[in-house]
């Protein structure tokens, strides 16, 4: 099984940068998902790590730290829009490709 | 527009009903997803299917039942509904289950059970 930890709630201010972290421990491992929900929406896919390392994407970057079974999601130059709940997940090694999700970090950005 | 429908919106349920929330995509995907959101636990697979005419089980099958007859469309029924079946649910599905595959989700069913 897997077990994702990761904390419940960050408060940032307009224009800041956040860091939400995400540690897993997990008996297969095949690649890290970061998604973003806002409230009474569905979740969006924001990244995918597989390899060590940052993965940029705009103001959004995401690193993997397989031995450490440890990833961030670093939000920059953070916007109103950005305030949801942002979840970590796991991809296990089995064929089904299943993800497990962590219970997400609300990311409030204040004025 | 393509993409992943599902229906209903809401609902208000008697303990006791059977009722089939349904899930609709039209990408060609083939795998799908069922998964229920609480607060404070997270998203939680329900049950899964990687092609038609296969499920398998999640990590909260019980009470909770799936058929794949067709690529599009991947049905959740719940036999003889719970209160502790009160939830948001969602459906999604991807290409494949490796590598990068990105699941795509659904708009949600928040179900309640009285």
């Known amino acids: 099984g897997q077990n994702i930890d990761q904390p419940t709630e960050m408060t940032a201010t307009e224009g800041a940068i956040v860091q939400i972290n995400c540690t897993y421990q997990?008996?297969?491992?095949?690649?890290l998902f970061w998604y973003q929900q806002h409230a009474g929406e569905a979740p969006t896919f924001l990244s995918y790590?597989?390899?060590?390392g940052l993965e940029e994407k705009g103001r959004f970057s995401s690193f993997l730290s397989r031995s450490k079974g440890y990833s961030y999601l670093l939000l920059k130059e953070l916007q109103m829009k950005d305030s949801a709940s942002y979840l970590c997940a796991v991809r296990g090694t089995d064929s089904w490709g299943k993800l497990q999700f962590g219970a997400g970090t609300q990311v409030v950005v204040t004025p | 527009i393509a993409g992943i429908t599902q229906a209903p919106t809401s609902q208000i349920l008697a303990a006791g009903r059977r009722m089939t929330l349904r899930c609709t995509q039209d990408?060609?995907?083939?795998?799908m997803y069922w998964y229920r959101q609480d607060l404070g636990l997270g998203l939680r697979l329900i049950h899964y299917s990687n092609t038609a005419g296969t499920t398998g089980k999640g990590e909260v099958p019980d009470g909770y039942s799936v058929s794949r007859a067709n690529t599009d469309d991947f049905p959740l029924t719940l036999a003889s509904a719970v209160p502790s079946q009160t939830s948001v649910y969602f459906c999604a599905s991807s290409v494949e289950t490796s590598g990068r595959d990105e699941q795509f989700f659904g708009p949600g069913t928040r179900l309640t059970v009285l």
């Open positions: 790590n597989v390899l060590d």
């Open positions: 997990t008996s297969g491992f095949n690649g």
């Open positions: 990408m060609r995907h083939n795998a």
